[in-house]
């Protein structure tokens, strides 16, 4: 079924950068926007970026524009999210989702930004 399995996360220094993946599976990946989200403790899960089925459209929260760039590989089934200039506000479990299923979602990836 619908499973998808993300990395790249890790402690970095403010103003460091990470490179997020996320591997898709069990779905029909190229028909499907997908979506980054982030979730710290007692904090609704927000949503960080999208990008459209074909990778031609982007958008992201305005706290994280300029810094972050999401991407896909449909060959690939993956979709990044590249992250520079890191934040502590940016700490987080990072996790990423096909918009068609919501519901479902991966074990997350840790990003901790830290000195």
């Known amino acids: 079924q619908v499973q998808l399995v993300e990395s790249g996360g890790g402690l970095v220094q403010p103003g460091g950068s990470l490179r997020l993946s996320c591997a898709a599976s069990?779905?029909?990946?190229?028909?499907?926007?997908m979506s980054w989200y982030r979730q710290v403790p007692a904090k609704e899960r927000e949503l960080v970026a999208t990008i459209s089925s074909g990778g031609l459209t982007t958008n992201y929260l305005d706290s994280v524009k300029g810094r972050f760039t999401i991407s896909r590989d449909n060959a690939k089934n993956m979709v990044y999210l590249q992250m520079n200039n890191l934040k502590p506000e940016d700490t987080a479990v990072y996790y990423c989702c096909c918009r068609r299923y919501i519901g479902y979602w991966g074990q997350g990836t840790q990003v901790t930004v830290s000195s």
């Open positions: 069990g779905f029909t990946f190229s028909n499907c926007a």
